[in-house]
């Protein structure tokens, strides 16, 4: 993996976990000698007790960043790495309450590093950067956003810029912003994103400056990051973008699922001049919901009337017709960074794969094989050249639903499910399970490790995990 990172991000201080899924979201990570078996009272090196929230654990040498929620209140939180104590709590702002869906919280995006400041990003008030002792340094709200399901994508940092995807039913937009000082940079406007939760990864081809690549509603685009253009993109993914894609050597795997895209449910919808002619009573060029006689798209109104004006226009019935044509999909692009990438790569495409794909995990490329965590336990070991399927099967004791993405180091694979059990497989194109290991608590963070610790938040604790021999007790008493 050393080759991929000098190629296409920036280069990252080793055993930290800087942002959502570690150096550049690969998920991968240089810890040694993890444990396969833990649990609440075994192989803890410290437990903490924490407000609640889906973000994930990041790391710098001393600390470990979360954010947090309760009723009435946003909280970013710091951690003393060595033994688990709270070193410092500071309320940001909630000016509003937005929309979420179930499986989503106030606290869903993960935080990003640099080792001297901590920036956090939330739905209902936006950007904040805090010192690592704890200092405010600015702020920058946003929003309110036309999310019905609330924000999910992380913030991620490239040099001095602080980049930003929020991807809403309207109004979609890309930000840049100065991290020293919280202001903005620039905006890129992106209306032909809807609902959107990737983060976004850095790219450094050869020949040109850094880019940030976003995956949005049927493509992704690579930005430069000093000036925001679009450079160069690829289509063909689905309308709704959950997963963070990953890079390969010299390829790039973008995951999507969307409900309403899986193979065979696609239909052919007609022009919007002729959807006018249909059900456009007034003739005022939109169709308002007293118009339409499709109870179909009359029941499910919400869901097409992207700007909440009462009708349909252009936008939204183009929208509806893209929905109704994708399929969904995990991807392989093939990505020379010794090549002048420009303009359309659609045509890049090595392979595709439409079969038992997950809804919210992102994928994971390690030692040479590509893996799909879908709900229901079912893994899936996949050529990363090909695309062919190396082995299927379900992680036996650990069947609920995924939404953390599974992460690797050490030769094991780590795959936490909703309902609180950690499932550690052996690395390889024949997977097996080592052990499932059970939290006895809800969980939608994603794990991060270093050194030969392993850290997971559940709803209500932040485990830190070693084997035995780097454990002070092996029934740690947790911190006040």
């Not at 689905?238 to 963070?244: A, E, G, R, S």
Request: glycine share 8%; with cysteine; net charge neutral.
């Amino acid at each position: 993996m050393a080759l991929v990172v000098c190629l296409f991000a920036p280069p990252l201080q080793a055993q930290n976990w800087p942002q959502f899924r570690g150096p550049n979201g690969a998920g991968v990570g240089e810890a040694k000698d993890l444990p396969v078996e833990f649990s609440p009272t075994k192989n803890v090196v410290w437990k903490t007790p924490l407000p609640a929230g889906h973000s994930s654990p990041v790391l710098t040498k001393e600390h470990i960043f979360v954010t947090a929620y309760d009723a009435s209140k946003l909280y970013v939180i710091a951690l003393n790495r060595a033994d688990g104590k709270i070193l410092w709590q500071r309320e940001v702002p909630k000016p509003r309450k937005q929309a979420l869906h179930k499986s989503n919280s106030p606290a869903s995006p993960s935080v990003v590093t640099d080792g001297r400041n901590v920036y956090a990003f939330f739905t209902d008030f936006g950007l904040i950067a805090f010192t690592t002792n704890g200092e405010e340094k600015w702020r920058l709200p946003l929003g309110p956003f036309n999310n019905p399901f609330g924000m999910g994508a992380s913030p991620i940092l490239a040099d001095d810029t602080l980049l930003l995807n929020c991807d809403s039913e309207s109004d979609s937009f890309f930000i840049a912003v100065d991290k020293l000082t919280g202001k903005l940079k620039w905006r890129v406007e992106r209306p032909e994103a809807t609902r959107g939760f990737a983060t976004p990864i850095l790219f450094k081809p050869a020949k040109a400056p850094l880019q940030v690549l976003v995956a949005g509603s049927l493509k992704l685009t690579a930005y430069d990051v000093a000036s925001g253009k679009e450079v160069w993109w690829v289509r063909g993914l689905t309308w709704q973008l959950k997963p963070t894609p990953v890079l390969g050597k010299d390829r790039l795997y973008v995951l999507g699922w969307a409900g309403g895209a899986d193979p065979g449910e696609q239909e052919v919808i007609p022009p919007f001049a002729e959807a006018l002619k249909k059900f456009d009573a007034n003739q005022d060029g939109k169709i308002a919901r007293a118009e339409m006689t499709d109870q179909r798209i009359a029941r499910a109104w919400a869901d097409y009337d992207l700007d909440r004006d009462g009708a349909l226009g252009e936008r939204d019935w183009r929208a509806y017709q893209e929905r109704k044509t994708v399929v969904n999909g995990a991807l392989a692009f093939k990505l020379d960074p010794q090549a002048d990438l420009r303009g359309d790569l659609t045509g890049n495409l090595l392979w595709r794969y439409e079969k038992a794909l997950p809804n919210a995990p992102s994928p994971l490329l390690y030692q040479d094989v590509f893996y799909l965590m879908k709900e229901g336990g079912i893994l899936s070991a996949l050529d990363p050249a090909t695309g062919k399927l190396l082995k299927q099967g379900r992680l036996t004791g650990a069947l609920g639903d995924y939404y953390a993405s599974p992460v690797a180091a050490d030769g094991k694979l780590f795959a936490l499910s909703e309902e609180g059990k950690l499932t550690v497989v052996k690395a390889g194109s024949a997977w097996e399970i080592l052990a499932v290991n059970d939290l006895g608590e809800p969980c939608h963070a994603t794990p991060a490790f270093a050194d030969d610790k392993l850290y997971v938040r559940t709803h209500a604790t932040l485990f830190c995990f070693a084997n035995s021999k780097h454990t002070a007790s092996s029934n740690a008493a947790p911190n006040k």
